[in-house]
């Protein structure tokens, strides 16, 4: 069986944050938790109900876990581990944490993680990339009740919220071309971890680099959260030139997305024929859907 890109967590409760102090946790008896983030699993087109079960630790995709627990709106407990600094975790993908008994909101965040990369969760409802560009991200919040001092153990699932696009040439990029800015009407980079879905409808622009050489196809790629769970887009793709100048640019109509799924536009972008050319959409992670502009 192939596996297929999507993530599921497996939590378990019971021992005492390593990355919290416990004068910054609530008073009274503090009770053990242990956190551990496992159980990742993929979701390919072929088989798109199928969930194969894959450690956070095995899955290079996530590079940074997000735990938090809140009382109401009051954050009683956040920690972060990276996967590239060893010294925010023992084991990735584990919290050793201590929480006072009570009823809490839980709220984790899986994500992909690069240099310059701003994230912020605010609340179980609350959060958002506040850099230049928003990443993989899987998330699962859940009630959890401590009753008394006993460990507890609790599972969880973590589902990827959000919407992946690639726009690939179908001719070799020219010296000039430096970057491509994907420009998306609708959606965000901000999004509430309870539903997965965009806290706002108002759009943003993500410039990446093009790393492909002169002569070769490009593929640039972008994430964008969406308000509901399949909404059609306009993207506008732009080729920009070392200054930012455009040196072509093409509005594609109702681009479709769909949460755990990857859009591909594919057009010509550096030659003549690119004014007049038809871009193809092709989707993947759950089911395929191709559309000609």
Not at 143 to 171: C, G, H, Y
Not at 182 to 203: C, H, I, R
Not at 213 to 220: E, I, L, M, T
Request: net charge negative.
């Amino acid at each position: 069986m192939k596996k297929i890109l999507s993530i599921a967590g497996l939590l378990l409760l019971f021992a005492a944050c390593s990355n919290e102090s416990v004068n910054e946790v609530i008073n009274d008896a503090l009770v053990p938790v242990k956190v551990h983030v496992s159980g990742f699993s993929v979701s390919q087109e072929e088989l798109p109900t199928t969930r194969v079960a894959q450690d956070v630790a095995d899955y290079s995709g996530v590079k940074a876990v997000t735990l938090a627990f809140y009382d109401g709106s009051t954050e009683v407990l956040k920690t972060t581990q990276q996967r590239d600094d060893a010294s925010t975790y023992t084991t990735f993908g584990e919290f050793d944490c201590s929480l006072p008994m009570g009823s809490y909101t839980m709220v984790v965040i899986a994500r992909g993680l690069t240099d310059g990369d701003v994230f912020t969760l605010t609340s179980p409802t609350e959060a958002a990339y506040t850099g230049d560009h928003s990443r993989e991200t899987f998330a699962a919040t859940q009630t959890v009740n401590i009753t008394n001092t006993s460990a507890v153990d609790i599972s969880a699932t973590l589902n990827r919220v959000i919407a992946k696009l690639q726009v690939i040439s179908t001719d070799g990029k020219t010296a000039n071309a430096k970057s491509v800015r994907m420009t998306f009407a609708a959606g965000s980079k901000s999004f509430n971890p309870t539903t997965g879905l965009a806290t706002s409808n108002t759009g943003f622009a993500n410039t990446v680099p093009i790393s492909a050489a002169v002569g070769s196809p490009s593929n640039s790629t972008s994430y964008v959260f969406l308000a509901s769970d399949e909404q059609d887009i306009d993207v506008t793709i732009d080729a920009l030139d070392v200054d930012g100048a455009v040196l072509f640019s093409k509005t594609v109509k109702n681009v479709p997305f769909k949460r755990n799924r990857l859009t591909k536009l594919t057009g010509a972008m550096y030659t003549n024929d690119a004014v007049s050319t038809t871009f193809q959409v092709e989707t993947a992670w759950l089911t395929d859907y191709n559309m000609n502009f």
